[in-house]
T-cell receptor
Framework: SAVISQKPSRDICQRGTSLTIQCQVD?????MFWYRQQPGQSLTLIAT?????????ESGFVIDKFPISRPNLTFSTLTVSNMSPEDSSIYLC????????????FGQGTRLTVV | DAKTTQPNSMESNEEEPVHLPCNHS???????IHWYRQLPSQGPEYVIH???SNVNNRMASLAIAEDRKSSTLILHRATLRDAAVYYC????????????FGKGTSLLVTP
């Protein structure tokens, strides 16, 4: 199992600013994923972050807007840059292994409101 | 990517069994069927997963059709704490092992 700590748990930010979200895991993990959950919607994958390589972004998400760092096997950050009210969402970190036969673990999420 | 289809919502009485269906007619041989749930204001949590055989754990049971084109998550005795959105997801290497969430089924449990 893995315990994930996300910080901050929530924030209210001014448009045009940036926020960095931290994801700390209590064990070394191979795969880390970042998701966005817009109000009343399901989760959408933003990117996959593997240690030692550039993050892989899903269609509709770009590195300039959502830069990701993965400096080691227990930590990752997601930055939401130049925020607008449309970025108001819950951002979630998830960890998993390189196999279909294991469970993923999720953080509690960061609730971001942009005003 | 293989997709899943679930009813938007279901309702159950407390302490009664709940059967949550999922269709995945385009599933491929190596795709595992995963179920997660998301309680209000929380991140998703793992419920159960399987490949071909039925699976049981402390939370639920997973019944997989013989042709693997559908599955059913069974909560044996629903409680108020089981009210959540339940997601049926096919986990595959084709998506880099990431979970592609559909809309899920919103389960309402009434006393």
């Amino acid at each position: 199992s893995a315990v994930i700590s996300q910080k901050p748990s929530r924030d209210i930010c001014q448009r045009g600013t940036s926020l960095t979200i931290q994801c700390q895991v209590d064990s070394q993990v191979t795969m880390m994923f970042w998701y966005r959950q817009q109000p009343g919607q399901s989760l959408t994958l933003i990117a996959t972050a593997n240690q030692g390589s550039e993050a892989t972004y899903e269609s509709g998400f770009v590195i300039d807007k959502f830069p990701i760092s993965r400096p080691n096997l227990t930590f990752s950050t997601l930055t939401v840059s130049n925020m607008s009210p449309e970025d108001s969402s819950i951002y979630l970190c998830s960890v998993d292994t390189l196999t279909e036969n294991t469970e993923a673990f999720f953080g509690q999420g960061t609730r971001l409101t942009v005003v | 990517d293989a997709k899943t289809t679930q009813p938007n919502s279901m309702e159950s009485n407390e302490e009664e069994p709940v059967h949550l269906p999922c269709n995945h007619s385009t599933i491929s041989g190596t795709d595992y069927i995963h179920w997660y749930r998301q309680l209000p204001s929380q991140g998703p949590e793992y419920v159960i997963h399987g490949l071909t055989s039925n699976v049981n754990n402390r939370m639920a049971s997973l019944a997989i059709a013989e042709d693997r084109k559908s599955s059913t998550l069974i909560l044996h005795r629903a409680t108020l704490r089981d009210a959540a959105v339940y997601y049926c997801i096919l986990k595959t290497s084709n998506s880099g092992y990431a979970l592609n969430f559909g809309k899920g089924t919103s389960l309402l449990v009434t006393p």
